[in-house]
């Protein structure tokens, strides 16, 4: 039934931009490290997502199981296609996810680990632009044999993804930052969000214009149907936003960055996820082909239907615990 | 040799045994927990206290561990193991999302109580914490044996036309009557392997007369609970054995290293089974009828034998063969420990006992490699198959080059030797050198030792 199909795949689009909004901020901290010379501020920004990182690393797990469950020919197929990206984002996530088991242990070795720290949430993030780039392009079967042709997430275009997958969770967790810190700290994540979401404005223009002459994609549709309402809002409200995000900056209104840049990955998830629909490997195979069958669907719907609303509540709580701004002192078991 | 069926093998061998110690260590120490925890809310005895705050921290420790490794293995399953995702995913599937909801569940809601919570919440809701992270270790187990079970057992299915497999009864495929003796066999491994690590680092203390109320009263408790437990793993164990010769008589024969069909068939105790030869090329000692007594429980009972099939449909057999006598072994060794400590407790002499201290100290990896050499002798027996009799390794390995499968290795092997083998052991090794916090520094729950912000731990 296509109803059980589209309600789990909604499932599995909402645990995916749970994932990017919640780890991609806790990535963008680790991204920011270097740039951050004080230890002690340093620990601070570790102290802004020690306690909920672990929570939102599992929403990717969870996004992992929901795909392989739901539309196992779509996971099979991906999976396998992205074979190197993936390794590396798994590879990256557990350096970072051991730097945040130690770096509030280690006294000698803290330096290797805040190193490690930045290099496993560079990684990962870097799979993530190339995933993103080589899904929007889609994949080429070889017509022999059907299977994937290898290694299609190496060129230009998905190297530019990755570069502007930096810069987004870059911004987004200095906004973060923003919200969460005081003083001559939080003025520093203000002049660096100032910065770059210049630098994020250029690479969204950049995909805009570039992507759909090189890429035979569902893109296209965008720009024929460049006269539609919809289409015109999507642009109008996604400026709007970026907008309202400098406008905060400049005027040093601390909470609102935030707000609008998670604003903003909503809507260009939403535009992503629109332009490939009914297709879950892009062009090839929809997802009413890939799906599992109906009794599978239905059981995990019901699970899905207990959970998700326990988890939202959850994260929303624990999220309350731990809101307001940190204190300098670390965070230890 | 190395093609991209031995090399995802090996990667996924080698990342499933380093995952499964840490759920496993995890699954046995939040069950003592939940028993130390109940005896000091019931006695006040802050010696319990003590024990809790210190083996959470190794808990806290381990648990982090699991849930990173585990993102490992669930990504294998597409990038390594397409095939399998393609054929079987509608079956496994639902099971795996069961268990990463579990999982969640319990993570999201109270691992942070358990761990962060001392002094934020009140005592009772903090050991309701500690019984819900307990219980949800236990649900998760199941969910992922539960799946292992159908890999080893398929039942409840139906083919399509296009080759893939579907459930066609759920309740069928969860309460799997195979999968009761296997999950509780793995749980009773679990709560073994822990019980022998604290041995261990009680005996390590106590030999030194360090903190000695806290080993004392860990090492009477881990010792206790091992001679419970072991009469009953062995019996559980048999009867899984039994189930395995009635499902899988192949694995059963690798496992004894028997080729030929045969009455009465004997245990051998040592030998050393070649598959190109079709033969044991050594063979030691062996007791009469002890391989029918032992898997059929009759007498005379026939046996099939590894030559029933042909070679390319057998698993490995030395590996079956030798990692099943590790594991058995181990199991007499832990049953022999037992019955010794437990009498030396019993007459008050254990813990002046030096020469058992010290053997003692050296138990910690015993559990940990019975669970492995047990997982070892059912996966590579179900061999060559994935899924039994239905779906081979061979079918479900993923179309990627082989350097891609190596470099990803490389990769992965790098990062879990500096992370796990390294690193875990290091801060492990610092926190048990480090010990329990002093007795008198000791702060329980504010409102019950009138304390301050002390937290109760050594800096």
Redesign the interface.
Known sequence: MISLALSWLFVIAFIIIMYIILDGFTLGVGLLFPWIKDTKDRDTMISTVLPVWDGNETWLVFAGAALYAGFPDAFAILMSALYLPLILLIVGLLLRGISFEFIHKASSSIHVWEKCFFAGSLMAVIAQGLVVGTYVQGFTFDSQTGAVIPHQWLNLFSVFCAAAMIIAYTLLGSARLIKKTNGALQERFFVISGRLQWLLLFAVIFVGIYSPNIINSQLKTWFTLQNSPFIVMFVIVSFMLMGMHAFAIKQRIEKLPFITLVGTFILAYIGFLASDLPYIVPHQITFMQAKADDGALILMLYGAAVLLPLLLFYTAYAYHIFSGKVDENKTEY | MLTTLFLSRFQFAFTMAIHIIFPAFSIGLVSFLVFMEGAWLKTKNPVYYQIIRFW??VF??TF??G??????M??Q????W??F??Q???????L??????S???V???F??IL??GWNKVGAKLHYLATIMVAIGTLISAYWILSANSWMQHPIAYTQ?ADG?Y???D?LAIMFNPYNLPRYLHMVMAAWLTTSFVIISISSYYLIRSLHIEFAKKCLRFAIIAVMILIPIQIFIGDVAGVNVYKEQPLKTAAMEGLWETEKGAPTILFAIPSNTQQKNLFEFGSIPHGSAILNTHQYNAELIGLKTVAPDEQPEVWLVFFSFRIMVGLGLLMLGYAIIANFLLAKNKLYENKKILFLSQFMAPIGFIALLTGWITAEVGRQPWAIYGLVRTADAV????KH??M??FT??FI??VI?FGI?YFY?LD?TIKKGPADIDSVQPFSFLGGGSEE?G?KK
Do not use: R
């Open positions: 959470t921290k806290a420790l982090g561990m849930v990173v490794s585990g993102i490992v669930e990504f399953l597409g990038t390594n397409a095939g995702a393609k079987v995913g509608s079956v496994l599937g639902p795996f999302i069961y268990e990463v909801m999982a969640f569940f993570e999201a809601g691992i942070g761990i962060f399509l893939k579907i459930a066609t759920w993923s179309n990627v080059s891609d499968v470099i990803g990769l992965i990062v879990y992370i690193f801060f610092k937290t731990d």
